[in-house]
């Protein structure tokens, strides 16, 4: 408003900023609105990184652009804002998780102590990550795995226990055999559970609502 309070966008209280970003999904819009000034540079950054969501095509240009994760680890600030992570494929090298990779995305869950979900559809990378998920996330509720797990990893994961709703794709036998325990350690929370098993397993497909 020319004359009035509020003469530029960057003068607005920071508490309706974040409001704007809400609607902006684009995230070539996300990043220009991050150029305006610092104050919507913090903004668009909250919402930026609110989710993370690793796909398939960024495994294929691995190395040729910076992953989420690369970015996380030069901007340690920005982990905070993190709620959401979901990993749907990973890079590889000579057919097996690329190892760089793997370490990068291991220490960005030390970093994201404010993860809500966490999906890992990639059971390749999985078991470096175990001991990350089950630690030091207060406010993990929705967890999705392909969960192709042997007993010590399996046994890390029962550490978990703040879980709303737990999604178990193709789980091995020991997972299976744990699964008592994992829902009793989150028997406090846990809402849906919903194992969806492969072939290979003779067990009912489930879904679970208490």
């Known amino acids: 408003m020319a004359g009035g309070r509020y003469n530029s966008a960057d003068a607005l209280p920071f508490d ?78 000579n057919s097996k998780p690329n190892d760089a990779f793997t370490i990068n995305v291991a220490r960005c869950l030390d970093l994201c102590k404010n993860l809500t979900s966490f999906s890992c559809m990639s059971h390749g990378i999985l078991p470096s990550l175990i001991s990350r998920i089950a630690a030091g996330k207060p406010r993990l509720a929705d967890l999705k795995l392909e969960a192709v797990l042997n007993r010590p990893e399996t046994q890390l994961l029962l550490g978990v226990k703040t879980l709303r709703r737990l999604s178990l794709d193709s789980p091995t036998r020991i997972v299976l055999h744990f699964l008592p325990d994992l829902v009793q350690s989150n028997a406090a929370n846990l809402e849906h559970l919903s194992i969806t098993v492969s072939k290979s397993y003779p067990f009912i497909v489930t879904s679970i609502n208490s």
């Open 16 to 93: 309706i900023i974040p409001l704007f970003f809400h609607w902006l999904t684009n995230y070539a819009d996300l990043a220009s609105s991050a150029l305006v000034s610092k104050t919507w540079h913090l903004a668009a950054t909250m919402r930026l990184y609110y989710s993370i969501v690793y796909t398939a095509e960024m495994a294929r240009q691995n190395g040729r652009l910076s992953s989420p994760f690369d970015v996380l680890l030069t901007h340690k600030d920005y982990a905070l804002h993190v709620k959401h992570m979901a990993i749907q494929s990973v890079p590889t090298t």
